[in-house]
């Protein structure tokens, strides 16, 4: 216990000597103290400003080893640049917008619950419940699923549904995935 004890000054120790070497060039002033306690307690303190460069100094320019002028600081500017920390696969799978996508292809087929099938006519028809209730008639070749899937075949209790997935290296997968009519046991 003694030597959790030591351990934890010796740390306070150490964090308080690591804030007090600022010096007193950076030290605020009594009544800028005293300011941001005032504006701390009212809840609207400043936002600090890291200090910069005057936009009016041009960077020193040097020759590097192969002849090229290179400045001394650099500056990324990503107007016009794409993110280097999203993924570019998936900005190529999301070219499709939300809002042109049917309310079907808003859930995943996990989500989605067959409730009836209509198959005795030319036409194969299913009744689909997404999580909310809310119940739409399916055919042959409609969409559904986030992952571009449609209805492939209409059978007397089950619907397959066709999913194309994109995977790291940008290949498509097929996935068929059978939904089945929902059953109602007695008793419950």
Do not use: H
Not at 84 to 111: C, H, I, K
Not at 125 to 149: F, H, M, W
């Amino acid at each position: 216990m003694k030597r959790l004890v030591l351990g934890m000054t010796a740390f306070a120790l150490l964090a308080f000597a690591a804030g007090c070497d600022q010096g007193p060039e950076n030290a605020p002033s009594v009544q800028e103290y005293e300011s941001r306690r005032a504006a701390a307690a009212a809840g609207n303190a400043p936002k600090r400003v890291a200090p910069t460069r005057s936009l009016t100094q041009e960077p020193a320019a040097e020759q590097g080893p192969d002849g090229v002028t290179q400045s001394a600081e650099y500056r990324y500017i990503a107007e016009g640049k794409r993110d280097p920390f999203r993924s570019f696969v998936l900005d190529q799978s999301n070219r499709v917008a939300e809002e042109e996508r049917g309310p079907l292809e808003q859930f995943d087929v996990s989500q989605l619950t067959v409730v009836a099938v209509v198959w005795g006519t030319g036409r194969a028809r299913a009744l689909v419940e997404d999580p909310s209730g809310r119940g739409y008639i399916i055919q042959e070749g409609t969409p559904i699923g986030k992952n571009d899937g449609y209805v492939v075949r209409i059978s007397d209790n089950s619907v397959l549904v066709e999913e194309t997935y994109v995977d790291f290296s940008g290949e498509k997968t097929n996935n068929e995935i059978e939904m089945r009519v929902r059953t109602m046991t007695q008793g419950g």
